[in-house]
């Protein structure tokens, strides 16, 4: 990709130190090859969020995902095992399945050939002419579903579509490791009422590293910011996969009746709660009786969507009748957050049109978290752009 061989200057600047460095340059937010560069480069190698596990909640269930253009499908079998597979028949390539179903086959709309939920091609009728259900040149063994490498975790769903990152286990054990606190914890999903979409006019990354930092708060949050003021929080930027914030004055208005928090945890959550951008799609909030994820899926250069869903700490509190209106609060709270980030977003989108622009600079002080997921993107991109690429 021609176009972009100019981008390993920009992205050199981005990886300098803090202090030195400028943020990702303009090509990457106004270039719909930007997004085929990612794919490439940012998504596909290593892991990334396809969905949430409830999703394709119960036996049987598929869900169909478009994952950067990729077709994948979300299978769970009868064992309660979730698998990714390529959407896609093995036979002349057909679309598999167009909408979440529950299925005991999976079975290809066009010759009916048809698959187990553990991928294995169980029929292909008429193969071998009429009435003839084998051929030899069709060895089922070798023209099952191809899997994609996937893992649940914190109720989402990830991928490594190239099948090269490291094992889940691994990649994932630094953020297990500073949350360890919850690991090993049920998040009960608190249903409709706590999830809902926002569609949103910008670059998937400005959600990112929006989202890290909190040098915003007094500004575009001032609810937020009348018990959660600026200085109340700290920077999570350890070099890596992660990068975010913290308070340490978690105090939520829900008026009367509260939460159950999640049994046993050390006192410092009492009033500690934490916001990690977990590259390079998805956002994370966890505090002692919630906690909140939200799946940042591009669905072009410049329009993304973000998916929220709350869980909670018992499956009282998620599903039981009692809960609902505080369910609703919770879930109204954290929209109108939410809402509030939109018009910055969308205005640094606008912003990155400026011919002039040079990419900006950092507030070594407070942009730390931010420049991590530059630094982290740019060093993905640069060390995927071959000569010529
Ligand atoms: S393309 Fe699927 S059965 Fe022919
Ligand atoms: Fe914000």
Not at 344 to 359: C, I, L, T
């Amino acid at each position: 990709m021609p176009a972009f061989d100019h981008l390993a200057a920009p992205l050199a600047r981005v990886q300098r130190p803090v202090t030195d460095a400028n943020v990702l340059p303009n090509a990457l937010y106004t270039e719909a090859e930007s997004l085929e560069i990612e794919r490439r480069h940012v998504f596909n190698p290593g892991w990334s969020c396809l969905g949430f596990a409830h999703d394709a909640p119960g036996p049987g269930d598929v869900c169909p995902v478009d994952h950067l253009g990729q077709p994948l499908l979300m299978v769970r079998d009868a064992a309660g095992t979730l698998r990714v597979f390529e959407n896609v028949c093995r036979h002349r390539g057909m679309i598999l399945v167009e909408k979440p179903q529950k299925t005991n086959l999976i079975r290809c709309p066009y010759h009916s050939w048809c698959y187990s939920h553990a991928g294995a091609l169980k029929a292909t009728p008429h193969v071998g002419g009429a009435g003839i259900n084998a051929h030899d040149a069709i060895d089922p063994e070798r023209t099952g579903l191809t899997e994609i490498k996937s893992a649940e975790f914190f109720g989402l769903v990830f991928v490594d579509v190239s099948g090269t990152g490291p094992a889940f286990a691994d990649w994932i054990a630094p953020l297990q490791t500073r949350w360890a606190d919850f690991a090993g914890r049920a998040l009960y999903h608190g249903g409709a009422s706590s999830s809902f979409t926002l569609n949103v006019a910008c670059n998937w990354k400005l959600a990112v590293e929006n989202y890290c930092e909190s040098y915003h708060l007094p500004f575009v949050h001032p609810g937020l910011n009348t018990y959660s003021r600026l200085e109340d929080h700290y920077h999570i930027e350890p070099p890596g996969f992660f990068s975010g914030q913290g308070t340490r004055v978690y105090a939520p208005d829900l008026g009367e009746t509260s939460f159950p928090d999640f049994a046993g945890l050390p006192s410092v959550w009492d009033t500690t709660a934490e916001y990690i951008g977990l590259y390079p799609n998805v956002l994370l909030g966890i505090h002692r009786d919630h906690a909140y994820a939200i799946l940042l899926s591009p669905e072009g250069h410049e329009t993304t969507r973000e998916r929220v869903e709350i869980f909670y700490a018992t499956q009282e509190a998620a599903t039981a009748p009692a809960f609902e209106p505080l369910r609703q609060k919770n879930a109204a709270l954290w929209k109108a957050v939410f809402e509030e980030d939109i018009f910055v977003v969308e205005g640094m989108q606008k912003g990155r049109r400026a011919p002039h622009f040079d990419g900006g600079r950092f507030s070594p002080a407070m942009d730390g978290p931010t420049h991590c997921f530059h630094a982290w993107v740019a060093e993905r991109i640069s060390s995927g752009i071959a000569p010529g690429d």
